[in-house]
């Protein structure tokens, strides 16, 4: 099982924030170019997204499922990977002090890829693992510096005041 942990320095909710939108999990997660979000709400129970892994010319489309959310806490995936299986993917975020901790826990859970799991393949998704949670650290220091809007946020426009106008941003 390969489990990894990173100290990203920004607040837990930052990282929450990062984790729970869908279109950005291709920003931090090693290996995939793109990620939409195709069922459900994100990361509620259920959700999925379809993700696309690129070598080369070679192109593959996936999907990974959200088995269990403790919104701000826990976050525990179902990537699918066609004909290796699925693997069982753990993500816990932790106050600490004002920074955050974050530990990820990886392993097979259906498939060729637990037939396969030796000692090799768990060096290689360590190495995963470090890059991708240096991924999340850049992507979550980015989000506290320039904090993403969320869709049909509004904002007061040049001149109005809390009482009045604003624009509506999509």
Same mark, same amino acid.
């Given at each position: ?38 069922? @459900?709400?994100?990361?509620? %129970? @259920? ?15 996936? #999907?990974?499922?959200? $088995? $269990?959310? #403790? ?5 525990e995936l179902e990537a699918k990977a066609g004909?290796?299986?699925? +693997? ?5 975020? $932790?106050?600490?002090? #004002? !920074?955050?901790? %974050?530990?990820?826990?990886?392993h097979p859970l259906r498939g060729m890829g ?5 000692? @090799?393949?768990? +060096?290689?998704?360590?190495? $995963? !693992? ?15 510096? !320039?904090?993403?809007? +969320? ?5 007061? @426009? ?10 509506? !941003? +999509?």
């Amino acid at each position: 099982m390969a489990q990894r942990h990173r100290l990203i320095r920004v607040s837990p909710a930052t990282v929450w924030r990062v984790l729970a939108d869908g279109e950005r999990y291709a920003q931090w997660v090693v290996g995939t170019a793109s990620s939409t979000p195709v069922r @459900g709400h994100w990361p509620a %129970v @259920g959700a999925a997204i379809e993700y696309q892994v690129r070598l080369g010319p070679v192109r593959a489309t996936n #999907e990974t499922v959200v $088995r $269990r959310c #403790e919104a701000g806490s826990v976050l525990e995936l179902e990537a699918k990977a066609g004909p290796l299986g699925t +693997a069982r993917i753990a993500i816990e975020v $932790r106050p600490w002090g #004002e !920074h955050c901790l %974050v530990i990820v826990d990886e392993h097979p859970l259906r498939g060729m890829g637990g037939a396969l799991h030796n000692a @090799g393949v768990e +060096a290689l998704i360590q190495l $995963r !693992h470090r890059a991708m949670l240096a991924r999340l650290a850049q992507v979550c220091e980015a989000e506290q510096e !320039h904090p993403r809007r +969320a869709l049909g946020t509004v904002t007061a @426009g040049p001149g109005t005041g809390p009482a009045g106008g604003g624009e509506a !941003h +999509a």
